[in-house]
């Protein structure tokens, strides 16, 4: 995942580019182009070779960082079928939307300080040389119903280790979205190079501890009285898995 070895630009108008790419999502090329104030012969040949290496991708007439996440998947489990995907820039409503419900039980804070992120940022996938973040959603025709989020920092002493968040709106829980969300998010890290992934919980959520235990998670510590909740203090429980 190492950023700054992938990145050699060649062109300091092509990593403006990408950074103001990265940077905002997904982007109209002519007004990417305008911003930065990049003649248009120039602006289309550094486009081009950013995409020749795999870098950029045009989708519905927007810029946008490439990520390869691999295919959305179908699921059908009884009366329900849903999909898994990688998240794409037009499904940040969504994914902020899902977080929120879900965190409106007052039991998933760091999912909420993602939602509340990425809403800021007008954001959703990053990749530069402080850190990766990646999204999966789960889409009940064409809706997002849950989402897996993975965030690696590039700092080479925690570049194997990701946080990931993952929650299903209530809803649509007992049909597998979850543990399937789950997966996809650790073969993903798994893939990137990522060793170790973590997540942090407030003990009150006995729901999400079982989820992850059922999955191979571990506690690895317990900070005591770290959040308040309804004025009342509760613990943080910090889990892990070894990937």
Do not use: C
């Given at each position: 995942?190492?950023?700054?070895?992938?990145?050699?630009?060649?062109?300091?108008?092509?990593?403006?580019?990408?950074?103001?790419?990265?940077?905002?999502?997904?982007?109209?090329?002519?007004?990417?182009?305008?911003?930065?104030?990049?003649?248009?012969?120039?602006?289309?040949h550094h486009v081009?070779?950013?995409?020749?290496?795999?870098?950029?991708?045009?989708?519905?007439?927007?810029?946008?960082?490439?990520?390869?996440?691999?295919?959305?998947?179908?699921?059908?489990?009884?009366?329900?079928?849903?999909?898994?995907?990688?998240?794409?820039?037009?499904?940040?409503?969504?994914?902020?939307?899902?977080?929120?419900?879900?965190?409106?039980?007052?039991?998933?804070?760091?999912?909420?300080?993602?939602?509340?992120?990425?809403?800021?940022?007008?954001?959703?996938?990053?990749?530069?040389?402080?850190?990766?973040?990646?999204?999966?959603?789960?889409?009940?025709?064409?809706?997002?119903?849950?989402?897996?989020?993975?965030?690696?920092?590039?700092?080479?002493?925690?570049?194997?280790?990701?946080?990931?968040?993952?929650?299903?709106?209530?809803?649509?829980?007992?049909?597998?979205?979850?543990?399937?969300?789950?997966?996809?998010?650790?073969?993903?890290?798994?893939?990137?190079?990522?060793?170790?992934?973590?997540?942090?919980?407030?003990?009150?959520?006995?729901?999400?501890?079982?989820?992850l235990e059922e999955h191979g998670w571990?506690?690895?510590?317990?900070?005591?009285?770290?959040?308040?909740?309804?004025?009342?203090?509760?613990?943080?429980?910090?889990?892990?898995?070894?990937?």
């Open positions: 995942m190492a950023f700054a070895e992938e990145h050699e630009f060649g062109h300091e108008d092509r990593k403006r580019i990408y950074e103001y790419v990265e940077r905002h999502g997904a982007v109209d090329p002519d007004d990417v182009q305008d911003r930065l104030g990049i003649d248009p012969g120039g602006f289309r081009a070779i950013l995409k020749r290496d795999g870098r950029l991708e045009i989708e519905n007439g927007t810029l946008r960082v490439t990520i390869d996440a691999g295919a959305e998947e179908e699921y059908v489990s009884e009366d329900l079928e849903f999909h898994i995907r990688p998240a794409r820039q037009e499904d940040l409503s969504g994914i902020v939307g899902a977080i929120r419900q879900v965190a409106e039980e007052k039991t998933y804070i760091v999912a909420e300080s993602v939602a509340d992120e990425i809403d800021h940022e007008n954001a959703l996938l990053r990749h530069n040389e402080l850190e990766a973040r990646m999204f999966f959603v789960a889409t009940v025709n064409g809706e997002v119903v849950g989402w897996v989020h993975l965030r690696g920092p590039e700092l080479d002493k925690l570049s194997h280790t990701a946080e990931l968040t993952v929650g299903v709106i209530e809803e649509y829980r007992g049909h597998g979205i979850g543990s399937h969300l789950l997966s996809r998010g650790l073969e993903w890290a798994g893939a990137n190079g990522y060793e170790k992934v973590y997540n942090s919980v407030p003990s009150t959520n006995e729901e999400a501890i079982a989820f571990e506690t690895e510590a317990v900070r005591e009285d770290h959040y308040k909740l309804n004025g009342h203090y509760v613990d943080e429980v910090m889990m892990a898995l070894e990937l």
